[in-house]
C-alpha cells in the first residue's frame, strides 16, 4: 500500500535499522523502544493486522514467528526469556495498519501489560 509507513520502510523508502530479514519478513528496530530490545517483525506483504490474513495466508504468521525467534536469538534474548505481540486494532492498542509482532525482551516483563 503506497501510504503505508511500514510498506515504506519494507520498499527502504523510508530508513529503519534492519535487524534480520527473510524471504517473507522483515525485522527491525522500534523508533520508540519499550525495553532494552524491541524490535518489529513485520511481513513483506501488507496485510492491515491480525484480523486481515486469510485463513490461505496464514503462513504468514509461521514466517513472523520464524523470524522473531531468529532476532530473539541475535538479540541474545532466547534464553533469557522475551515477550511477543500482536497489538490488534484500537482497543489492543495498534496504531499501525501493517500486521507486525513485538519482539521484547532485555527487561524483566510485568503482567497484565496495562
Ligand atoms: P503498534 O502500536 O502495535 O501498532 O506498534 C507500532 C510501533 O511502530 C510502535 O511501537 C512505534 O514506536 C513503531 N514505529 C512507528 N514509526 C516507526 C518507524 N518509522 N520506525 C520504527 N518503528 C516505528
Redesign the pocket.
Known amino acids: 500500500m503506497s501510504d503505508c ?1 511500514f510498506c515504506k ?1 519494507v520498499a527502504g523508502e ?1 530508513p ?1 535499522k534492519v535487524v534480520a530479514e527473510s524471504d517473507t519478513s522483515l525485522a ?5 523502544p519499550e525495553a532494552p530490545v524491541h524490535v ?1 517483525v513485520v511481513p513483506k506483504r501488507h496485510f492491515d493486522g491480525v484480523n486481515d490474513v486469510a485463513d490461505a495466508d496464514r503462513g504468514v504468521f509461521d514466517d513472523l514467528m520464524a523470524l522473531a525467534r531468529e532476532v530473539a536469538t541475535a538479540e541474545g534474548v532466547r534464553d533469557t526469556g522475551y515477550r511477543l505481540v500482536f ?1 490488534v486494532g484500537e482497543q489492543g ?4 495498519s501493517h500486521l ?1 509482532v ?1 519482539v521484547l525482551g532485555g527487561r524483566q516483563m510485568r503482567w497484565p501489560s496495562g
Open positions: 509507513l520502510i523510508i529503519a527491525f528496530y522500534d523508533i520508540a518489529l497489538n492498542g495498534q496504531t499501525v507486525h513485538h
